[in-house]
């Protein structure tokens, strides 16, 4: 669902822009509350894997392919506003080096895929929670009910947004119909993907998943024959000293391996935006994308001529770029954290 340039005119791409700023800037004050030891190396993470799986185009109908968002898949895993900053890095470097997602569209863009996804599929997600049992089934169970909904959700963010200032005259009506028809589709695979990331993390560390923090029971101890909860910092540290080595080890062998190799086989149909936007008439004004040069350019090497090799190494490239930027900028909010919540403190867990 990246917009190109010239799908919306300069006004509104200039507000979007600003509305997207001011988001990131409240994400990146968020974050400190969400990131800790051992969750801000594996906020990087998540945002190269969202890179990788990006790649992994689906068919959904006819001619049409299909991709994960992730906002959904991030906001679960490290939190909501760590969430927002993981695909608005994913967008941006998709933007710099592979020309994917205009640079004057940048804020429409971070507006529609980054924060739209990721508010309506976590309050969704928490709002399941509070109905559900509290288990591991749920917190996968809510994961695929959120990501659905977020995908048609982002849909009828973007209809607004070409309806307020779409550079083509087409009629609302169709474009909202098409766009959510398609985009429904694409939240099943979206759904899927989640559910099985997020039900894979929790089988193994759901100390590691935001979204499913508080889901153990408390730790019990036997005090003069009767069973009393043991004292939050008990019940913690054993958790707490946990490696995350083994994850992210994990983690990283996947995203290479999906980008690098597994995107080679992905559906070559146009997503649903472009499919939309061609049927439409919406793409009339597309304008060149000021990074058409780079030497990654529609994720290709320049000057590689085997497509597979190409691909893989700019996958690869992608992934290695995406965790670095990724784990740059988290490590920075960690750094700053809040003066009330130091480094090392305990945090209370969020109850499912």
């Not at 508010?119 to 509070?130: D, H, I, P, T």
């Not at 048609?152 to 087409?170: M, Q, R, S």
Request: charged letters at 15%; glycine letters at 12%.
């Amino acid at each position: 669902m990246h917009v190109p340039d010239g799908f919306i005119n300069a006004p509104v791409s200039a507000v979007a822009g600003v509305v997207a700023a001011g988001a990131v800037a409240v994400s990146l004050r968020g974050a400190r509350r969400e990131l800790d030891e051992r969750t801000a190396p594996l906020a990087g993470l998540v945002a190269a894997f969202i890179f990788a799986v990006q790649m992994l185009n689906f068919p959904v109908a006819a001619g049409t392919s299909g991709h994960l968002l992730g906002g959904a898949l991030a906001a679960i895993l490290v939190g909501p506003y760590t969430g927002v900053l993981c695909i608005s890095v994913v967008l941006l470097m998709q933007g710099i080096l592979f020309a994917d997602g205009g640079l004057t569209a940048l804020g429409v863009n971070v507006l529609d895929m980054g924060i739209t996804t990721t508010v309506v599929a976590y309050a969704l997600f928490r709002g399941l929670l509070g109905v559900l049992p509290r288990t591991r089934r749920s917190v996968t169970a809510a994961s695929f009910v959120a990501a659905l909904v977020s995908v048609p959700a982002a849909a009828c963010v973007f209809t607004l947004i070409y309806w307020i200032g779409g550079t083509t005259d087409i009629p609302i009506g169709k474009v909202f119909t098409a766009m959510v028809g398609v985009h429904v589709l694409i939240g099943i695979g979206e759904a899927v993907i989640t559910a099985l990331t997020v039900g894979a993390v929790v089988a193994v560390r759901p100390d590691l998943v935001h979204g499913a923090r508080g889901l153990t029971a408390p730790l019990k101890l036997r005090v003069d024959g009767e069973l009393v909860d043991a004292p939050a910092r008990q019940s913690v540290a054993p958790v707490a000293a946990r490696s995350t080595r083994g994850i992210r080890i994990t983690g990283l062998v996947t995203a290479l391996v999906l980008a690098g190799f597994v995107s080679f086989y992905a559906s070559a149909s146009p997503d649903g935006l472009e499919k939309v936007a061609a049927d439409q008439g919406i793409d009339k004004k597309t304008e060149e994308h000021a990074a058409k040069d780079s030497p990654l350019a529609d994720y290709g090497v320049k000057d590689v001529s085997d497509a597979r090799i190409s691909g893989g190494l700019a996958g690869v490239i992608g992934v290695g770029a995406t965790i670095l930027v990724g784990s740059g900028v988290f490590y920075v909010v960690r750094r700053r954290r809040t003066p009330d919540a130091p480094a090392g403190t305990p945090r209370t867990e969020e109850t499912v």
